[in-house]
Nanobody, 126 residues
């Protein structure tokens, strides 16, 4: 049992920046990878980025490469998503996810993400 709480969402203009945070609590995640996903109204949940436990390994969706950066601070039990050069198509609810089994799971490069936060809304205006 692990709890994930996202924060940092809001309304920004196109070209602006925003940093999302994911705070973990409850049982220790351990050496689980962490990821960010997003979901726009009427669309499937979409992978954004993931990071390994040590932070040495990262992987990004093509749509955000060069604009978004995922990082983590294990001492603070927090994962971040720095979003720069935001576009209107980035508008979505952003979810934090932890590697592990769950009732709703998405697999990226063999890693199963099954623990989810409640999400935080990001809106990018034109």
């Amino acid at each position: 049992q692990v709890q994930l709480v996202e924060s940092g969402g809001g309304l920004v203009q196109a070209g602006g920046s925003l940093r999302l945070s994911c705070a973990t609590s409850g049982r220790t995640i351990g050496r689980s990878a962490m990821a960010w996903f997003r979901q726009a109204p009427g669309k499937d949940r979409e992978f954004v980025a993931y990071i390994s436990w040590t932070g040495a390994g990262t992987y990004y969706a093509d749509s955000v490469k060069g604009r978004f950066t995922i990082s983590r601070d294990n001492a603070k039990n927090t994962v971040y998503l720095q979003m720069n050069s935001l576009k209107p198509e980035d508008t979505a609810i952003y979810y934090c996810a932890a590697e592990g089994s769950g009732s709703y799971s998405i697999t990226i490069n063999g890693r199963n993400f099954g623990s989810w936060g409640q999400g935080t809304q990001v809106t990018v205006s034109s």
